[in-house]
Every structure is written in C-alpha cells, then in structure tokens.
C-alpha cells in the first residue's frame, strides 16, 4: 500500500491560484509516475497532468499554460500550481501514483471557483 495525503484545496476566485500537494508514503523504490486528475460533478474523471520520476511532464488541453506539475522525489511529494483559474477547473482533484506496476488514488481535494 501507498498511502496519499493530498492537501492544499480550497475556494477561490476566478483568476486566482491554488496550490495542491500529494505526499506519498511507503515506497523503497522511486515511484514511477505521479499525475493529478480531476471529476467535476457529473463528468468522468480525467487527467490534469502527470510527471514520471525524470521529470517528463504531460498535460490536458484544458490547463495547458495555466497548470504547472512538479515532484520532489526525495519527498516522494507531487505539486500542481493552478493559476488562471476558471469555473470550469472546478471538480475534486485526485492525486494518482503508479508505484511497482500498481495503481494508487489519494481520497479527493475539493477546488471550487467562483465566478
């Protein structure tokens, strides 16, 4: 198991920003990739952004320009900087892991923008 500790949700305005983080734990090997998805009510869930452990990064066309991902391998921590944001990036933000051919989902962060 890898538990996930998602943080960094909230309310805010359009045109604001928000900073989400993703902690992983009990890993002794670097985990292979970290991304963000997100499910806005009554839609699929769907990726925002992901990053592999060298850094390579791929995003939606939604967030393009707007969303930047990072990680700190050392924390094993996974960050998304939202900035620009519009009604429509609301949803609950999932943070995802895939760690030794394994899948894993953190419980949701709720991100509302108000417009």
């Known amino acids: 198991q890898v538990p996930l500790v998602e943080s960094g949700g909230g309310l805010v305005q359009a045109g604001g920003s928000l900073r989400l983080s993703c902690a992983a734990s009990?890993?002794?090997?670097?985990?292979?990739?970290m991304a963000w998805y997100r499910q806005a009510p009554g839609k699929q869930r769907e990726l925002v952004a992901g990053?592999?452990?060298?850094?390579?990064?791929n995003y939606a066309d939604s967030p393009k320009g707007r969303f930047t991902i990072s990680r700190d391998n050392a924390k094993n921590t996974v960050y998304l900087q939202m900035n620009s944001l519009k009604a429509e990036d609301t949803a609950v933000y999932y943070c995802?892991?895939?760690?030794?051919?394994?899948?894993?989902w953190g419980r949701g962060t709720q991100v509302t923008v108000s417009s």
């Open positions: 990053i592999t452990s060298d850094g390579v990064t």
């Open positions: 995802y892991v895939r760690y030794r051919l394994q899948a894993y």
């Open positions: 009990g890993t002794d090997f670097s985990i292979n990739y």
